[in-house]
């Protein structure tokens, strides 16, 4: 059974996380969106409540789950028997930090292998932070992030 693991902040979900774990959801037989522990001062979302959103946002997929993981990813992808970690790509600035991320997870784990998907232009401008920000001023986010997340976006800015 091939296992990949989409790692992220997801503070909040996007249209453009979705699109990529529905598109590596039909490559593997099962996908773990699992959840950066990384609660900072700038975050929207506690991590729980993150976890909370991307089950329901991705209740529709059924070889989706979602989890978080506390220390190095490659040893809770060994943990969990993963072999892939898919991240998307959105430009040539996402390109270097990713490469270098992925070489470095090859170096620690030789056998685990980084897949990148090419986002869908129609999401290729979205990233958490800048939804975060234009819902903080005010913008309309309508579009960019799941119906359910947008309501529980502005009930925290209300
Ligand atoms: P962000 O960079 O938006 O804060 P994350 O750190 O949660 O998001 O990203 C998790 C993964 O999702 C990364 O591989 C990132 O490249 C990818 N990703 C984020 N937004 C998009 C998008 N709009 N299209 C394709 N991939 C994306």
Same mark, same amino acid.
């Given at each position: 059974m091939r296992i990949a693991v989409c790692p /992220? @902040? =997801?503070?909040?979900?996007t249209r453009g996380h979705l699109d990529i774990i529905e598109r590596a959801a039909g490559m593997f037989d099962k996908v773990i969106v699992a959840v950066l522990n %990384? @609660? /900072?001062? %700038? @975050?929207? =979302?506690?991590i729980e409540e993150r976890i909370e959103l991307l089950k329901s946002t991705c209740a529709?997929?059924? %070889?989706v789950e979602v989890d978080t993981f506390p220390r190095l990813l490659i040893d809770y992808m060994k943990q969990k028997n993963a072999s892939v970690i898919v991240k998307g790509l959105r430009a040539v600035s996402d390109f270097e930090y990713e490469m270098q991320m992925a070489l470095m997870n090859r170096k620690l784990a030789p056998s685990i292998e980084t897949v990148f998907l090419m986002t869908n232009s129609r999401y290729s401008f979205l990233s958490s932070s800048l939804v975060r920000e234009v819902a903080r001023l005010g913008g309309d986010i309508t579009g960019m992030v799941p119906e359910l997340i947008q309501e529980e976006i502005y009930k925290r800015f209300s």
């Open positions: /992220g @902040s =997801f503070d909040p979900v %990384n @609660s /900072g001062k %700038n @975050s929207l =979302f506690t529709h997929i059924e %070889n």
